[in-house]
């Protein structure tokens, strides 16, 4: 008597085994549950048929014989959990779906049987009573006991058998009873039909669910393996990606000093200088989105004043608006303006708006401002390009996304810029927003609560240092495993007067200084291809050369040995090389040119 999986009306699967075992479960604490009150049933009618003159010794014996029974019933059901705990339920559902049903069947028959005793000698009241209370625990079951649809049927055949003894409990009314019992007793197994479908239905469902979640959480596991697997190939990648554009820069500007003599070369190394700005860009967007998914970003809230932000925009992006064409106004708040915000996630995200909006700007300009709204500053940038149609602007923000407009314009990009504004403003609690007009432009806004100025401090950031730089003096010491990086270097540094040796490995550099090189300033990539960690070598040089200055040059931006280095006091320079930044630092490390 095993369930029966294709159960009648049953549209929506069959339960597993495990399914079946959970309702054949909930079958048998309703069958323990009925058995447990008959006891007291026996009883209470036994005292009822006593006081109306009938003999009571029958009902009392037949509500005491099921204790011995609960007994034996409590026994089944501590060995039954015993072996659910050991045995599948594949093993566990046959053996124990008989054992139920031939438990059913005895409590069915054993109902049955406090009809039989109570004939010859009862009221028709009585009998009438019995009966009714009968039929409401027939129907309580059918409600509940369905669960397992053989359990009832077993119970319900031992049950209605006490139909064939109502010509003898209502001997002058059985032509009327029996049709109406017989009538009620179909209606409640059509109940309990119902009812199984019912439960089947309920544990088909929450199987289902439970497979949907478990393949949901199957899947988000393995999404969040990937994020972590591309995260980590990028970090790891990154070195790699930023050695070819670190080398273009610096023989850029290694043939800008070679060639002052020659005006048209100008134009071109301009050219030249905003594509490796571009890539660059294009790289520091897409690891800056690969730390935010990761959640590697720390935030560091903090005041950040708007007038010096809007500054280092303009500083910034000056050089790529001229270079285009394009006018890049800039309408700074008052100079106490401040908004509470991570900086370099502000910085970020309003960096890549202005820079999105001169990619795809071919005429007229780009406008950065800011305006107060309550307790809030809402940044602006408004260009007059070729704007994002309506059906388009609910992706705009994701990563990869570029509107159909990129197409025609034959300009850079790569969807990553809003991609990381949106999780730069995710980050910080911030809003942000846009609105465009088709043909004729858009604005890009973010808004920041605002808070008190700060302290007034020196402006100690400067200003961008001209191309044309003064000449050094002195020796250095470059360690890079790429030789195309350190041709350029050779270029670079030899066009600004300095003394250099190269080195592919710590045993070449060290090698330099056992032949009497004596370095003033040692620059040490941190990605070594002999395996060495760079800012060890950079520590045994140093340690060598304590007159020496040092510095990392890496393109690396998570590796543990650079936040060492920089949590040290060492200077850390990230690959593409800022060149007036270069240039500043060893002019402050070697000695001065001589006049």
């Known amino acids: 008597m095993t369930p029966n999986t294709k159960a009648p009306g049953h549209a929506h699967g069959a339960p597993s085994a495990q399914g079946w075992l959970l309702l054949l479960e909930a079958s048998f604490a309703r069958l323990r549950l009925g058995m447990s009150v008959m006891p007291a049933m026996g009883l209470l009618f036994g005292l009822l048929l006593g006081w109306q003159g009938g003999q009571a010794m029958p009902l009392l014996a037949w509500g005491g014989a099921y204790l011995p029974v609960l007994l034996f019933v409590g026994w089944g059901h501590r060995q039954y959990r015993r072996e659910r705990a050991l045995r599948p339920p594949e093993v566990l559902l046959p053996p124990w779906t008989r054992r139920v049903c031939y438990l059913a069947l005895v409590h069915g028959v054993g109902v049955s049987l406090s009809i039989a005793l109570s004939l010859g000698h009862a009221s028709y009241e009585f009998m009438l009573l019995l009966h009714i209370t009968l039929a409401g625990i027939l129907a309580a079951n059918a409600a509940q006991m369905t669960a397992t649809l053989a359990v009832y049927r077993m119970y319900f055949v031992g049950a209605v058998g006490g139909l064939a003894m109502i010509p003898w409990a209502f001997p002058a009314q059985w032509p009327f009873v029996l049709p109406m019992t017989l009538v009620m007793a179909a209606v409640i197994y059509r109940s309990a039909m119902n009812s199984h479908r019912f439960f089947v239905r309920q544990v088909v469902l929450e199987e289902?669910?439970?497979?949907?979640?478990?393949?949901?959480?199957?899947?988000?596991?393995?999404?969040?393996?990937?994020?972590?697997?591309?995260?980590?190939?990028?970090?790891?990648?990154?070195?790699?990606?930023?050695?070819?554009?670190?080398?273009?820069?610096?023989?850029?500007?290694?043939?800008?000093?070679?060639?002052?003599?020659?005006?048209?070369?100008?134009?071109?190394?301009?050219?030249?200088?905003?594509?490796?700005?571009?890539?660059?860009?294009?790289?520091?967007?897409?690891?800056?989105?690969?730390?935010?998914?990761?959640?590697?970003?720390?935030?560091?809230?903090?005041?950040?004043?708007?007038?010096?932000?809007?500054?280092?925009?303009r500083h910034q992006f000056v050089t790529e608006a001229t270079a285009r064409g394009l006018a890049l106004r800039m309408r700074p708040p008052p100079a106490h303006a401040t908004v509470l915000a991570d900086p370099a996630l502000v910085r970020q995200s309003l960096a890549n708006l202005v820079h999105n909006a001169l990619r795809y700007t071919l005429r007229g300009g780009v406008l950065v401002g800011a305006r107060q709204r309550g307790g809030h500053w809402r940044l602006e940038v408004w260009d007059t390009g070729e704007g994002v149609a309506p059906q388009e602007q609910a992706a705009i923000y994701q990563a990869f996304y570029r509107p159909q407009s990129a197409g025609h314009l034959h300009r850079e990009g790569h969807g990553l810029g809003l991609a990381v504004v949106a999780r730069c403003v995710a980050l910080m609690g911030a809003r942000q927003g846009m609105a465009s007009r088709p043909g004729r432009g858009s604005c890009f806004w973010i808004e920041l609560p605002a808070t008190a100025a700060p302290a007034l401090a020196p402006d100690a950031r400067g200003t961008a240092a001209p191309r044309t730089w003064p000449r050094l003096q002195g020796r250095c010491l470059v360690l890079d495993d790429d030789p195309h990086v350190l041709r350029a270097w050779s270029a670079l540094l030899g066009g600004w007067g300095i003394a250099l040796r190269t080195a592919r490995t710590p045993g070449e550099a060290h090698a330099h200084l056992d032949n009497g090189f004596a370095p003033q300033a040692i620059l040490c990539d941190q990605h070594l291809s002999s395996g060495d960690s760079g800012f060890d070598v950079l520590r045994a040089l140093l340690e060598r050369c304590p007159a020496a200055r040092g510095a990392m040059v890496s393109g690396e931006f998570d590796s543990p040995a650079l936040h060492e280095a920089d949590a040290e006091g060492y200077l850390v320079l990230r690959k593409p090389a800022d060149v007036d930044a270069l240039h500043a630092v060893l002019a402050q490390w070697l000695p001065p040119q001589e006049t």
């Open 208 to 313: 289902r669910s439970r497979d949907l979640a478990e393949r949901y959480r199957e899947a988000s596991d393995a999404a969040e393996a990937a994020l972590a697997e591309k995260n980590r190939f990028l970090s790891t990648a990154a070195h790699d990606l930023r050695q070819p554009v670190h080398a273009m820069a610096l023989l850029a500007e290694a043939i800008a000093l070679q060639g002052q003599d020659h005006p048209h070369i100008g134009p071109l190394l301009g050219q030249w200088r905003l594509s490796m700005h571009s890539l660059s860009q294009m790289f520091d967007a897409l690891l800056d989105l690969s730390r935010i998914e990761s959640g590697t970003v720390e935030l560091r809230p903090a005041p950040v004043p708007l007038a010096h932000l809007f500054d280092d925009l």
